[in-house]
């Protein structure tokens, strides 16, 4: 077992804050914040001054000050690469949040690089993580409905994220890569690893560059079949943002995630619900709580096993299956392959 973990983040910008926190509230479990890094200087100032700790605007000059023992990157997926492969040639274990990187072959670069460096590498995919998705996958694990053989899983919003994140708005890869990625390693994590997929992308806002809703059908290798569905554009009443919500059907029953994180089991005829919401952490704050104890909960995660020495869940090697899922439904989408082969018009 390893003593205290010196962690630094580069990335001080929106979502940064979540992992500024978790890492802060993880302290009694040995985590030490040792650095921010950000090339705003403004940012990475007033970071440093709310944890207390020293600044960079330069992560090499960072990584050769404070020698940390871990990397927590929360830039944006154009700087993964070069900033998670930085941090390996300084031999600093590295987690990098979604998506990986840009392409899948940076993803595998990466992967690549850390394992010749034998360096510890994990992906923040936190949404496997939230309260309520571990509460289906216990749910699931128990045997309440058997094996999984259908599913649709949903995470359908009208909530304006783009206020937070105003560069969507220029994103040529946008709800796939930014919402469908955690949706898809989901499916992955509760129904098995796919074997094929197919695609529908829809632009429906607006001025928008890339995809705001996305549409997938997918077969897992066990047989079991999944659809995938996220979009941006959807008008629901109450908007269950960021909540994720499916149905998962097996031969024992059927397991049913309703808006608010009710959860109800159906079996041979008897429904039991269960309220399964995410608790409200003293940082964290209405309607994002989910998505922020999600990321606590995903950083524990990562700081127990960087500390035991042993992979996380969503190693860099696991999530290269979830960035190919993300890989294939956009080729999918563009190539249009289940055309239906036949179009009658009356004469
Ligand atoms: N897991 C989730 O639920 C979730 C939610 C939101 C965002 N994210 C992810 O978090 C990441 C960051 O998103 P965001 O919305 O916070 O973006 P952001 O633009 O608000 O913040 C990124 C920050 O990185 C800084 N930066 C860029 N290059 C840098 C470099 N070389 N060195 C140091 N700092 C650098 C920028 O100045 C900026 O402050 C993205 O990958 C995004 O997909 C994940």
Redesign the pocket.
């Known amino acids: 077992m390893r003593g205290r973990v010196r962690v630094a983040v ?7 804050e979540n992992h500024l926190q978790s890492w802060h509230h993880l302290r009694p479990e040995g985590a030490d914040l040792a650095a921010v ?4 200087a403004h ?1 990475a100032k007033s970071a440093g001054a709310r944890y207390g700790v020293p600044y960079y605007t330069d ?1 090499d000059a960072m990584l050769r000050a404070e020698k940390p023992d871990l990397v927590d990157i ?4 154009e ?2 690469r070069p ?1 998670a492969e930085l941090a390996i040639s300084h031999g600093i274990a590295v987690i990098v ?3 990986f990187a840009s392409t899948l072959t940076d993803c595998m670069a990466i992967v690549a690089a850390a394992h010749k460096a034998e360096v510890w590498l994990a992906v ?1 995919e ?2 496997r993580f939230q309260a309520p998705m571990r509460a289906v996958r216990k749910a699931i694990a128990a045997g309440m409905i058997g094996q999984p053989s259908w599913a649709r899983i949903l995470f359908r919003t009208g909530f304006d994220v783009y206020a ?2 105003p ?1 969507f708005l220029h994103e040529p890869n946008l709800v796939i890569a ?1 919402v469908g990625i ?1 949706v898809m390693d989901l499916a992955r994590a509760i129904m098995g690893e796919v074997a094929r997929l197919s695609c529908e992308t829809q632009h429906r806002r607006p001025g928008l560059l890339g995809e705001d809703t996305a549409t997938m059908l997918l077969r897992h290798e066990n047989g079991a079949v999944s659809v995938v569905e996220c979009t941006y554009q959807a008008q629901r009443d109450p908007d269950p943002f960021p909540q994720t919500l499916m149905e998962i059907e097996g031969p024992d029953g059927t397991l049913i995630v309703h808006p608010g994180y009710r959860m109800s089991v159906i079996r041979q005829g008897t429904t039991t619900v269960q309220d399964i919401s995410s608790p409200l952490l003293p940082w964290t704050a209405e309607p994002w709580h989910a ?1 922020q104890e ?2 606590f909960a995903a950083c524990a995660h990562f700081l127990d096993c960087f500390g035991r020495g042993v992979a996380a869940e969503t190693s860099g090697e696991d999530n290269l299956r979830t960035f190919a899922l993300v890989d294939a439904a956009y080729r999918a989408a563009a190539s249009h392959n289940a055309e239906v082969p036949f179009a009658w018009r009356p004469a």
């Open positions: 580069i990335g001080c910008g929106f979502y940064a890094c950000d090339v705003d940012k992560a929360v830039t944006r997926h700087t993964h900033l949040q979604k998506p923040h936190n949404f937070a994140q560069y930014d955690h998505s999600g990321a």
